[in-house]
Every structure is written in structure tokens, then in C-alpha cells.
């Protein structure tokens, strides 16, 4: 937790780089600090959790499910998608904050209700549509595919390739916004310097998946944490979805710490 609050923290400093010398509000600064202090504080607490606990896992994940169902359903609706919801002002993704948790519980303990968790979070995300998201679930469940071939698994891989092909099947019209997508395309238009540094603080979200992949033990589930944040940025190079921590938006901040906490020993 130590190593990905660090790598956490240091994408954060990258990203405000880059916000301030581009003239970015100072507020975009202060809200992804704020958020990278809850991302911490929220992780130190869910690290109290045994993360092979089957009734947690199970609920955590059905209930994560159900949050992007029901996001699809009453969340905030802009050009045809409904990915969003509002607190206090700040417009929050669920599925970004909730879902690499879900990944990660899943892949500690994969037993079959957790599986069918992952199918409604699926269904939520086909319904939203949200195709960055979808994509990223069937991302790390084929790289948890290649560690464990069980029937949980495959079962919601499927689930996964399912949901992402219904996100395929309508355009994605959601206009992009300055700071939050196109980051990298935005970052080197401004300045070669500021270009480095966005891609020094995503190389850093992948950070501690590297270096968890050299243990013995589980390193499946470091290869999930990894193909989940590298599936994360790649949509967010090719589309028009959030950059995760080097732009504005507390979301990915949240679930990159959230997400992190589930990790084994003392990562």
C-alpha cells in the first residue's frame, strides 16, 4: 500500500504539472488533491478488510454490480450516456471508482457469486453505455485468464467480451473536456516538458504491477492490477474518456487507491 500510495501521490504532482503550467483552474488542482487524500485515507480503511473474505468479496462485488445498474438507470444523462453521478457539485463515475476494486476482490477470491457480480457490472455497463470501463473489465479478466483457467472466470470474461461488444454496437458522442480527456494529445500540444510529464505519471499508475510481478506469491493478481489501470489509459489515449490521475477527476484517483488497498503484502 505504501509503494501504490507513493506512485498515486507522485501521477497527482505529474498531472498538476502539467494542469498549472497549461492555466488550468487552480481548483481542478485542489480537487485532485483532496480526492488523493479520501483515495488514501478510504484505502487504509479497506485494507483493514481480508480481501479473501468469500461473504465480502461476494457482497462487495453483487453490490458494485448493482451501483452501475443503478447508475445506468437514475444517474446524470449527457449526449446518450449515463456513466456519472453528482456529489456536492463534483461529478463522480462509479464504474471508475468501483469497478478495479471489484476486478481485484474477484481476483482474490473467485468463487461464483462474485462471478455473477462481475455479469451485472457488466449488464450496468453495456446499459450506461461506458466502453472505456467495459473494455477494462474483459482487459483484466483475460489477463486473470492466463493465471487461472477456472469456470468462475471464464464465465465472467464472457460476461465481460458480452457487455464491451454491446458498448461497440452505438457511437460513443460524448464530447471530450479540456483536462480531463485527451490529456496526453493536449499535454504535448502545449509543451514537449508538460507531454513528459503526463507520461512519467501514467508509467507510474503501472508501477507497483510491476514490481509485484517478479513476487511468487499471487502474481496474478498484480498482473490484473496492472492490465486493468493500462487498459484504463490506453482508452483514455484512443477515445474521449478520463485520463486517470494526471487529469482532473476524483474518480480514477479513488479507484486507483481503492483498488490498490486490495493488493497482497505491502504493496
Known sequence: MVIAGLCAATSVVFGAIYMMAAGAPHTYVVVNVAALVVGVASALLLRRVRARDHGIAEASTIAIGLVLVATAVFGVHIDGASRWVRVAGISLQPSLILLPSAILFFVR??????????GIAASGLAMQPD???AGTLAAGLAALCLYRRELPVMVGLAAAIVGFASTMETDDVVAPVAFVEQVVQS????HALTGVAVIAGLATILAPAAAGLRRRHEPEVFAVFGATWLAVIAFAIVGNYPTPLVGYGSSAILGYCLSAAILPGSS
Not at 187 to 190: C, E, H, I, T
Open 109 to 118: 477470491n473467485r468463487g461464483w457469486l462474485s462471478s455473477i457480480g462481475l
Open 187 to 190: 499535454a504535448f500540444a502545449f
Open 131 to 133: 466502453r472505456a470501463i
